[in-house]
């Protein structure tokens, strides 16, 4: 049973912080790794992948992987209230996808 | 990235009865799958769409109750037969992108629910 498990939630952060979502996963085997963020009555919204060990960033997003410890983390700099939503972590394994539960976030202004 | 559509955006079906969902995509895919997220739910997979051939189930999901076709590269539908309450949930077509990236993008759900 492949499992993808978040940190708990609901995460708060005042605006202009720093956000801080985690994922573990189970499958050793996992080639790619994904992160979507989901507004309430709305469909998972890509915001960024990884494939490699390291970090990658795309504007105030940075996503990090260590295949080694199982562990994928995306880190949002100088949040704004507008990325209040759930963030769902998903791992890739021969182009299925499996998510986790999901971590609300909430920005206060 | 691709452009997926849905229909019908919502449905209030009486138990026992059947809906199919249509999903089309405004680009070729190389894959389609059909999720299903319940209230206050991840996501779940229900089923990779196979051009011209029978869908893969996952565990949990049988074709009987799910009955899935994808007769082209950019179009698949969803039936979900036989209704309960149960089955009262969002599905999500979604599709992976050409780039060898292996990124889904989803279309915008099918909320059903079920009386």
């Known amino acids: 049973q492949k499992e993808v498990e978040q940190n708990s939630g609901p995460l708060s952060v005042p605006e202009g912080a720093i956000a801080s979502l985690n994922c573990t996963y189970s499958?050793?085997?996992?080639?790619?790794f994904f992160w979507y963020r989901q507004y309430s009555g709305k469909s998972p919204e890509l915001i960024m992948f990884i494939y490699s060990n390291g970090d990658k960033e795309d504007g105030r997003f940075t996503a990090q992987l260590n295949k080694a410890s199982q562990y994928v983390s995306l880190l949002i700099r100088d949040s704004q209230p507008s990325d209040s939503a759930t963030y769902l972590c998903?791992?890739?394994?021969?182009?299925?996808?499996?998510f986790g539960q999901g971590t609300i976030l909430t920005v206060h202004p | 990235s691709a452009v997926i559509s849905q229909k019908p955006s919502r449905d209030i079906c009486q138990r026992g009865t059947s809906l199919t969902i249509q999903c089309q995509v405004d680009?070729?895919?190389?894959?389609m799958f059909w999720y299903r997220q319940q209230p206050g739910q991840s996501l779940t997979l229900i089923a990779t769409?196979?051009?011209?051939?029978?869908?893969?189930?996952e565990s949990g999901f049988v074709i009987d109750k799910f009955p899935i076709s994808r007769p082209n590269l950019t179009f698949s539908t969803l039936t979900v037969s036989n209704m309960s309450p149960e089955d009262s949930s969002i599905y999500l077509c979604s599709g992976t992108g050409t780039s060898g990236n292996n990124e889904q993008f989803f279309g915008p759900g099918t909320r059903l629910t079920v009386l």
């Open positions: 680009s070729q895919v190389t894959m």
């Open positions: 769409a196979n051009q011209g051939s029978e869908a893969t189930y």
């Open positions: 998903a791992v890739g394994s021969y182009g299925k996808l499996t």
């Open positions: 499958d050793r085997g996992s080639q790619s």
